[in-house]
């Protein structure tokens, strides 16, 4: 799987919308591209994915670049309970059944 | 809602002893993983099943650690002759096929080896 950068950490205020960054320059066309979080004390949780449109959820919107080189997951309006590891991930479509490749992820952290 | 479960949720033991860890995935999941996770970095894989066959292993798994799903359901990952490098959280995670796969974590288990 190719390789993405985060931040390492960001912060947002209670139901202001928050942007997370991902950049992943040596994506492939077949790749997906995935956002799993982790909140304190507990298993990853998957948030999101897409391929080339921009995606919403119940939980969060995924932007797409149009040269998909970059994406931004979006909390609309962030609560106390957003607060957690993100990670972004590529996913090869062609290579379903292999594991995740987790990196360190971007930290958010929510004040009220 | 069944999600993934894990037991224990911790365990404390002793270097050199050896520990047992077990996973019950999604009712109908065909595929397994285990990863673990230290303080501070994302999850490392560590091994995959396909219903009872594990498919794929990482260098991270020594000899020292063993696991298997006998008839496909629950998973069992043992870590034998544990030492303190061993400490960490261990994640269990379950998925149906297909080409955009959704893994479904459980809430891990701690290992402290002392």
């Known amino acids: 799987d190719a390789k993405t950068t985060q931040p390492n950490s960001m912060e947002s205020n209670e139901e202001e919308p928050v942007h997370l960054p991902c950049n992943h320059s040596?994506?492939?066309?077949?790749?997906?591209i995935h956002w799993y979080r982790q909140l304190p004390s507990q298993g990853p949780e998957y948030v999101i994915h897409?391929?080339?449109s921009n995606v919403n959820n119940r939980m969060a919107s995924l932007a797409i670049a149009e040269d998909r080189k970059s994406s931004t997951l979006i909390l609309h309006r962030a609560t106390l309970r957003d607060a957690a590891v993100y990670y972004c991930?590529?996913?090869?479509?062609?290579?379903?059944?292999?594991?995740?490749?987790f990196g360190k992820g971007t930290t958010l952290s929510v004040s009220s | 809602d069944t999600g993934v479960s894990q037991n224990p949720r911790h365990k404390i033991t002793k270097r050199g002893q050896n520990v047992t860890f077990r996973c019950d995935p999604i009712?109908?999941?065909?595929?397994l993983y285990w990863y673990r996770q230290t303080l501070g970095q994302g999850p490392e894989f560590l091994t995959y099943?396909?219903?009872?066959?594990?498919?794929?292993k990482s260098r991270l798994l020594s000899d020292r650690f063993s696991a298997e799903r006998p008839k496909g359901s629950f998973s069992t990952l043992e870590i034998q002759r544990t030492e303190q490098g061993d400490s960490a959280m261990y994640l269990c995670?379950?998925?149906?096929?297909?080409?955009?796969?959704?893994?479904?974590f459980g809430p891990g288990t701690r290992l402290l080896v002392l």
């Open positions: 099943f396909q219903n009872e066959a594990q498919l794929e």
């Open positions: 009712s109908e999941h065909n595929r």
């Open positions: 897409g391929l080339t």
């Open positions: 995670a379950s998925s149906l096929p297909g080409r955009q796969e959704t893994q479904y």
């Open positions: 991930i590529l996913r090869d479509v062609d290579q379903a059944g292999t594991a995740l490749i």
């Open positions: 040596t994506i492939s066309g077949t790749d997906y």
